[in-house]
């Protein structure tokens, strides 16, 4: 198929586009996959499965992230002072999607506790500890910016999201 054919599938420019279309589109684009973590006020651990993530600042170090208001987990984000990023592995499609569940996702997979008690991840390749620096409303979502506490990684692969399926990337770690 030549590119012209591929592009003329494309819809025509219109005053707004379907909301099906948008999505297609964005599916596109392949994403690494991670699961934000946070504590409520009582101190109970909560996640959610986020590939809206990316870097925003290395001066000072910033990251970004956002996250539907209507999200079960959004209460407990839209308070937090402090969350965590946990970027999964290659290995952890099961862990996604537990997180994408309305369950005690916590009790479901190993974990382990971080900077301001944040419950991080075990098995994934990178944890970044934040403390929330401001959130921005946008749409129907929340856009979350946070200041980088401190970073871990290990030598894993990372998993990857596109056309709408999990693609475990098995990569050198050393390039």
Request: include cysteine.
């Amino acid at each position: 198929m030549s590119e012209t054919n591929r592009v003329a599938d494309a819809q025509p420019a219109a005053a707004s586009v379907r909301a099906d279309a948008f999505r297609h589109a964005l599916g596109h684009f392949a994403t690494g996959i991670t699961v934000i973590s946070a504590v409520d006020a009582q101190g109970t651990p909560y996640g959610a499965t986020v590939s809206s993530f990316s870097s925003l600042s290395l001066d000072p170090p910033l990251i970004q992230w956002s996250l539907t208001t209507k999200s079960y987990s959004y209460p407990i984000f839209s308070q937090a002072k402090h969350f965590a990023v946990n970027i999964l592995a290659s290995n952890q499609e099961d862990v996604s999607r537990t997180f994408c569940k309305p369950i005690d996702r916590f009790s479901q997979v190993e974990s382990f506790l971080g900077l301001e008690g944040l419950p991080l991840v075990a098995g994934c390749l990178g944890w970044i500890e934040c403390s929330l620096e401001r959130e921005i409303e946008a749409g129907d979502h929340t856009i979350f910016v946070g200041r980088v506490m401190r970073t871990r990684v290990a030598d894993k692969s990372p998993l990857v999201h596109w056309r709408g399926c999990y693609h475990p990337l098995e990569v050198d770690p050393v390039c």
